[in-house]
């Protein structure tokens, strides 16, 4: 495709449920990145899958919170068990090649009520 | 531990004039800097990078200059345009160790340009 895409753009969700954000990467972008920011904040790391390489989960805030990639094509991120604290817009981004720029979609803002 | 700090939260300029936007990072191992520019409800979008190899780089209307002994970079946008209203994010790459390619982000400035 012509950029990254994630769905759904908005979620709205009550506390105690899980909830799946998905990113479509730029076609052949090897690397993929979770991000998370929350209001008034910066972009938090969460999360980098690179091609067939286990995947960094440093950012991962808890064990509630976990993403899958195939291959080098779709991602999902899984947080389970929705807290307040867990609303943000979260952003996926992905890198092709040598370049240091990351891509980023037009992400998922998370309400959890 | 904010690694990469952007102190000014906001920034109102007029059309036609220079705007400075500021950045400053605490880990000499960074050896790229990019900047990004947000729209609401949409992601960040690549602007401009910078090399830790190099003190300027200019595209167009912006100029990031990199000043590694104050570990300070800012980027020069003129003339600003009100199309340029939007928040700024500054960011690090982290070239060591694993998970090389990530990237450590400011808070992020909003520049309000005034017609």
């Known amino acids: 495709g012509a950029g990254v895409s994630q769905s759904p753009s908005n979620k709205v969700t009550e506390k105690g449920k899980d909830v799946e954000l998905r990113c479509d990467p730029i076609?052949?972008?090897?690397?993929l990145y979770w991000y998370r920011q929350r209001l008034g904040q910066g972009l938090e790391f969460l999360i980098y899958?690179?091609?067939?390489?286990?995947?960094?989960k440093s950012g991962l805030p808890s064990d509630r919170f976990s993403a899958e990639r195939t291959g080098e094509s779709v991602s999902t991120l899984t947080i389970q068990r929705t807290q307040q604290e867990d609303s943000a817009v979260y952003l996926c981004?992905?890198?092709?090649?040598?370049?240091?720029?990351?891509?980023f979609g037009p992400g998922t803002r998370l309400t959890v009520t | 531990d904010q690694q990469v700090k952007q102190n000014s939260p906001s920034l109102s300029v007029q059309e036609g004039r220079i705007s400075i936007l500021n950045c400053d990072y605490t880990n000499s191992m960074f050896d790229y800097f990019l900047w990004y520019k947000k729209y609401p409800a949409e992601g960040p979008t690549f602007l401009i990078s910078?090399?830790?190899?190099?003190d300027k780089n200019e595209d167009g209307r912006f100029t990031v200059f990199l000043n590694k002994s104050a570990k300070h970079l800012s980027l020069h946008i003129v003339p600003s345009q009100p199309g340029d209203s939007a928040v700024y994010f500054c960011?690090?790459?982290?070239?060591?160790?694993?998970?090389?390619?990530?990237?450590?982000f400011g808070k992020g400035t909003k520049l309000s340009v005034k017609p």
């Open positions: 910078i090399s830790s190899i190099k």
């Open positions: 960011a690090a790459r982290r070239g060591y160790g694993g998970s090389q390619g990530n990237l450590i």
């Open positions: 076609s052949g972008h090897t690397a």
């Open positions: 899958f690179q091609g067939n390489s286990a995947p960094d």
């Open positions: 981004a992905s890198r092709g090649g040598a370049v240091y720029e990351q891509y």
